[in-house]
């Protein structure tokens, strides 16, 4: 799983910059063809467990 942040670098209403705090995009490496992703981490640990830990 790589951990994302999509909001990152974006400017703020008072021109600063967010930083890669808050949300977390959850993508999962080796799904490509659709790829996968979700915010939740538990649901990115049962995707690993069902999908690739066979």
Same mark, same amino acid.
């Given at each position: 799983?790589?951990?994302?942040?999509?909001?990152? #670098?974006?400017?703020? @209403?008072? #021109?600063?910059? $967010?930083?890669?705090? #808050?949300?977390?995009?959850?993508?999962? $490496?080796?799904?490509?063809?659709?790829?996968?992703?979700? /915010?939740? $981490?538990?649901?990115?640990?049962?995707?690993? /467990?069902?999908?690739?830990? @066979?």
């Amino acid at each position: 799983m790589k951990r994302d942040h999509p909001d990152a #670098g974006k400017a703020l @209403q008072n #021109g600063r910059m $967010k930083k890669s705090h #808050g949300l977390a995009d959850w993508r999962c $490496k080796i799904c490509t063809n659709p790829p996968w992703s979700n /915010r939740s $981490k538990a649901n990115a640990k049962y995707h690993c /467990r069902t999908k690739h830990l @066979q």
